[in-house]
């Protein structure tokens, strides 16, 4: 071969690679990731879930925290925060709800700030209980007593870890570092906690009963009334989804910029959010929808889309083990159009037909 045609097959070669190189993923039989939706995909999607849920008739109010079954059955809400910061809102937005039980993800944030992972593990755990959010049953019986950050037992055990010189001291540490995930001052809802204070002899009890296995790190009494106020603090559904999305964009406010939580902490917040999340509805949430979540008798549900943004949902009636009906069905129904199910293959990466 002549050292012409030589350099002529070369070049002809490399134009052929080139070529190819530059074609679309589909041009070569592929199609491309589904891992960002475009806006309008994710609006319809959204308002497809709005309009089929809004007139659900399941759940009802939680009734043990008076103020709570005086709440408006009807108020729904639905917000998505991307890592991007960008935000999606539909329904009630403004209505500030009590955050109750979806506190707990944040004071377990705020005591690994303080402590690490491993002290936390070790002083309160991370086993799902099997039995109702504030059971008593679940303290004698497990061998942590504590079960999780995410019962009412293991929460007031992670707010005693907390350190402050005072009980106002550590709630207002609270509180701000809530404020800082949501990216806005948030505040008590005084009703909420004047309510709630005066009706939680049970969450007393479990405190005592700690106490007898060494399960409690500072006042039990005091520890009760902290958690008390976490659980009253007031959150709009756009807020809420803001804290979640603090999660997915690996601790970093997406809005302020600001990492309000370790990024190696964020592994362990979102295992459990799996694990013990909604409570005894955790398998089965795991199973359909595939999202690290958090409920609050309130009516809230935060979903983590690790990397994405978080969904948040707010209606107020709840079935048995105490998640909102609709909050439910509104992520079940969005995770699986968009396929946000982190167990999936299919939710990163190339989608088959
Ligand atoms: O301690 C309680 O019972 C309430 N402050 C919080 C419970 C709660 O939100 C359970 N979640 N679904």
Redesign the pocket.
């Known amino acids: 071969m002549s050292k012409k045609t030589f350099h002529t097959r070369i070049v002809i070669a490399f134009l052929v690679v080139m070529s190819f190189a530059s074609l679309p993923f589909s041009s070569l039989g592929q199609k491309a990731s589904p891992v960002a939706p475009t806006r309008a995909q994710v609006e319809a999607v959204v308002r497809e879930a709005y309009e089929k849920f809004k007139n659900d008739p399941g759940g009802k109010n939680a009734d043990?925290?008076p103020y709570l079954a005086k709440v408006d059955s009807k108020l729904f809400g639905i917000a998505i925060v991307t890592t991007d910061n960008q935000e999606l809102t539909m329904g009630d937005i403004k209505y500030s709800f009590s955050i109750?039980?979806i506190s707990k993800v944040f004071s377990q944030a705020l005591a690994m700030e303080e402590f690490g992972p491993e002290v936390v593990f070790q002083k309160v755990g991370s086993e799902p209980t099997g039995r109702a959010?504030?059971s008593v049953f679940a303290v004698a019986d497990m061998p942590t007593h504590t079960g999780n950050p995410y019962v009412?037992a293991g929460a007031i055990a992670t707010v005693s870890l907390i350190t402050a010189k005072s009980a106002e001291e550590k709630w207002q540490r609270i509180l701000s570092f809530y404020s800082r995930c949501a990216g806005e001052k948030l505040s008590l809802i005084d009703e909420v906690y004047q309510s709630?204070a005066a009706t939680?002899t049970g969450?007393k009890a479990l405190s005592m009963l700690l106490a007898k296995y060494d399960r409690i790190y500072a006042d039990p009494f005091e520890s009760v009334d902290v958690?008390?106020k976490q659980?009253s603090v007031g959150v709009n559904v756009a807020q809420l989804a803001r804290m979640g999305a603090t999660l997915a964009n690996n601790g970093k406010n997406p809005s302020t910029g600001e990492q309000v939580i370790k990024p190696e902490d964020v592994p362990y917040i979102l295992s459990t959010m799996t694990m013990a999340g909604l409570?005894d509805g955790s398998g089965g949430w795991a199973w359909h929808v595939g999202l690290p979540a958090k409920?609050?008798?309130?009516g809230g549900i935060v979903a983590v889309m690790p990397g994405k943004g978080a969904i948040a949902v707010f209606a107020p009636p709840?079935d048995e083990a105490?998640?909102s009906v609709k909050a439910q069905k509104v992520i079940e129904y969005v995770a699986g159009k968009l396929d946000l199910n982190v167990f999936s293959p299919r939710s990163v990466g190339l989608k088959g037909e």
């Open positions: 043990y925290i109750q039980s959010f504030n009412n709630e939680n969450n958690y008390t659980c409570y409920s609050g008798v309130g709840l105490g998640n």
